[in-house]
């Protein structure tokens, strides 16, 4: 029984760094729409979905004394913010594209209801197993 609560604590703190993450991007992207007119503005991401992947799926496997041992690596793991400075889209230094940006702030927010639904059902169900099915 405690190993399967702390697989469920480990699916809970995943859920949670995922959610933090794309909250942080929503963020980011929002300050890219609201400077896109701004002279000399340059466009930031947030690089999160690739940080928390190799978090979870490490390239050289953790050594582990006990079997309980679960990585922690994911609670270490933050956003990482990259400003594009290369590119230029307008001759004042702009290289924010409305568009490009609308499109990402909407994927991003079907991401975070995907794992907000994710996290609801998860509970629910964990609500179901403490009451033994019963209401």
Do not use: W
């Amino acid at each position: 029984m405690e190993v399967i609560s702390m697989l469920k604590t480990g699916l809970m703190n995943l859920l949670e760094k995922a959610m933090s993450g794309s909250t942080v991007r929503h963020n980011v992207l929002s300050n890219n729409i609201s400077n896109a007119n701004t002279p000399g503005f340059k466009r930031s991401d947030v690089d999160f979905r690739s940080t928390l992947d190799e978090a979870i799926n490490p390239q050289l496997p953790m050594k582990t004394t006990n079997s309980l041992h679960i990585n922690n690596s994911i609670d270490s793991t933050k956003p990482l913010i990259i400003q594009e400075q290369q590119t230029s889209l307008r001759t004042d230094g702009n290289n924010v594209d409305i568009d490009i940006e609308l499109a990402t702030l909407a994927e991003n927010n079907l991401y975070f209801n995907s794992l907000a639904h994710f996290l609801s059902s998860h509970l629910s169900l964990l609500r179901q197993a403490i009451s033994e099915g019963r209401r």
